[in-house]
């Protein structure tokens, strides 16, 4: 009886459940299996041969371990400077003057761009010599900021990580005015009465219950800084001298351009560990605390 | 009156930033050959059509493929999405929050941990550089996304809804066609667009299932364009801009939905 209850429920969702199974975790195991021979050559199985690729990526590869820094730092400026900025666009677009709603549209407009669009527009910002950024501060007499920008070793990465504030304030932004949006008129009419200022009612009232949108907005962040791939191989393609390379645009170079297929699988499996420590373990802890 | 200046002054420097490279790019865009040598702030000195022209020409095909590949595969991730995401919504079963846990968690794991099984697959099925492959793989990949939005959305909906249609003896799919669907409009439209919006602008797939221009996505092409050396800044500028014109109109006119979509996403993470 609960068998035959159960039938109609199991056919709506086995498309989902099927496809995310396969494309998602057979895959995944697939890709460990990779990782662990020596398959370098299209038709051609490889060899077993254990965590040999691990060894040469963690031992021997200075690149890897470049591309595992570089990721780290873009993660680091990226989440830096975005949780802040979309705090403080939160917070005036709050204050709520006329013509708020316009501002919000713009400052959402870059989510709405592919990677790729703006990869490309922003590689035109940052030419040194005819970009747009350099261009505007010789207009304005202000030779002395330009910056050699995406073709310097020191700022490329910098770079990346500018466009990417560009492309996720908004967002940050978004989730943060709906969590000051939403907070008990209550508790603003009470801070109101005790004479507090403006600027003390959000620094010791409302930001401090933005928690949860903290949460979310770091959870996204994380999420797209660590398969930072697009933006980085139109903007910057890794250089100059890899020194803009991160674990997605190495593992493609390595796997597509280089054919080494079961080291780029060995990178892959690195990206999946940390998707793993930085995304999956904090999300599943906040699903079991939300049971509690 | 100063408080209120003060504010639109920061309202305004904090849009600069947003607003100042899509102008260098609009401005480009619309400039002659000869023009461009006044560089990309100087205010275009005409209106000049040709630069979209040629990228235009440079990259209609791919402007179809993608259209093709987003519009299926929206509308196939959608249904199946309001499908499943019915189900863990409003029917309990044994280890029914596993199973949408498992599912959900999808959407985390990064592209590249699945990236070369992927290719192969699609090699292997005879779906490398077609249509269906990307359709499939854009389906698969957003059926954690669509089934976390639809369960979401139809949480609004309520239980005892389902409980007298299952007493009246319609079963789950006739609760689904009668009562589901007709409420589900404006939860199709927002996670229509969100998955629109997404598959349209993604590159890594597109990049690595196909080869060629006759399935390749519009993202591989701009790219493409802005990597050759001798297609002219003008030219690069109105591309991008073609590509990004549907997504970003989407954006002004239903920025509702899409800001619906974006928080009904991320509230129940």
Known sequence: ?292 | MTRNALIYLVLIALAFFYIFPVYTLLNTSLKTDEDLKYGPVTPTHSIYFGAYIQAFNRIKKQLLNSAIIAVFATILSSVLGSMSGYIFSKFRFKGDKVIFLVLVLGFYIAPQSILIPLVIFMGKIGFFNTYYGLILTHVAYGMPITTLLFRNYYEGIPQELVDASLVDGCGTFNTYLKIFLPLSLPGFAVVGIFQFTNIWNEFLFGLTLTRGVAYQPVTVAVANLKGTTVVAWNTICAGATIATIPVVLIYIFLLKMIIKGLLMGSVKG
């Open chain 1, 1 to 292: 009886m609960i068998v035959k209850k159960n039938i109609p429920n199991i056919i709506f969702i086995a498309p989902a459940v099927i496809l995310v199974v396969i494309f998602v975790y057979i895959f995944s195991g697939w890709n460990v299996w990779t990782s662990l021979t020596d398959w370098r050559i299209i038709g051609r199985m490889g060899k077993f041969i254990g965590v040999q690729n691990y060894i040469e990526l963690f031992t021997n590869d200075d690149t890897f371990r470049m591309c595992f820094f570089n990721t780290i730092k873009l993660m680091a400026i990226f989440i830096g400077l975005t949780i802040p900025l979309g705090i403080i666009c939160a917070i005036f677009l709050d204050l709520g003057v006329k013509g708020k709603g316009i501002f919000r549209t713009i400052y959402l407009i870059p989510l709405s761009f592919s990677f790729v669009a703006s990869a490309t527009m922003w590689s035109w910002m940052f030419m040194p010599d005819k970009g747009s950024i350099n261009t505007l501060l010789r207009m304005l007499n202000l030779h002395f900021l330009t910056q050699p920008w995406i073709t310097s070793t020191r700022q490329a990465i910098i770079c990346v990580a500018i466009v990417y504030i560009w492309q996720f304030s908004g967002f940050a932004t978004l989730i943060y005015y709906a969590g000051i949006s939403s907070v008990d008129p209550n508790i603003i009419d009470a801070v109101k009465v005790d004479g507090a200022t403006t600027f003390q009612k959000y620094s010791r009232v409302v930001i401090p219950l933005q928690k949860p949108a903290t949460l979310t907005v770091l959870l996204i962040l994380l999420m797209y800084s660590l398969r930072a791939f697009d933006l980085v191989w139109v903007l910057t393609g890794g250089g100059p001298a890899f020194s803009s390379e991160v674990l997605a645009t190495y593992m493609y170079r390595v796997t597509f351009n280089q054919n080494l297929f079961a080291y780029g699988a060995s990178i892959s499996f690195v990206m999946f560990i940390l998707s793993f420590i930085i995304i999956i373990i904090p999300v599943l802890i906040g699903t079991l605390k939300i049971r509690e």
